[in-house]
């Protein structure tokens, strides 16, 4: 089986940092995009950013210019350096990641179960 677990959440004062974590393991073949989403409090799960295993990357505007997304492909983890929080960024961090597993060569959406960030005034 995949499986994807989060890390590095935690408690943290505005204007503050963290840094999360995304390994992926398993039988995987192959990881083409990771990428991390957050649910706020009373809120509807958004995207965060997202990077392909090329590179390529894409953020929500609400953390552009604070967040950056990385990857250690050799490891299959996927990193968000989070700088500057503020309060609205309190929220369930979740990781996503499309994965070839190697029982079935085809891609497949696989989540994390979130770790929690929370950032106070």
């Known amino acids: 089986q995949v499986q994807l677990v989060e890390s590095g959440g935690g408690l943290v004062q505005a204007g503050g940092s963290l840094r999360l974590s995304c390994a992926a393991s398993?039988?995987?073949?192959?990881?083409?995009?990771m990428g991390w989403y957050r649910q706020g409090p009373g809120k509807q799960r958004e995207l965060v950013a997202t990077?392909?295993?090329?590179?390529?990357?894409k953020y929500a505007d609400s953390v552009k210019g604070r967040f950056t997304i990385s990857r250690d492909n050799a490891k299959n983890t996927a990193y968000l350096q989070m700088n500057s929080l503020k309060p609205e960024d309190t929220a369930v961090y979740y990781c996503?990641?499309?994965?070839?597993?190697?029982?079935?060569?085809?891609?497949?959406?696989?989540w994390g179960k979130g770790t929690l960030v929370t950032v106070s005034a």
């Open positions: 996503n990641a499309e994965v070839i597993p190697t029982t079935v060569m085809r891609y497949g959406i696989y």
């Open positions: 398993g039988s995987i073949f192959s990881i083409n995009a």
């Open positions: 990077s392909t295993s090329g590179g390529s990357t």
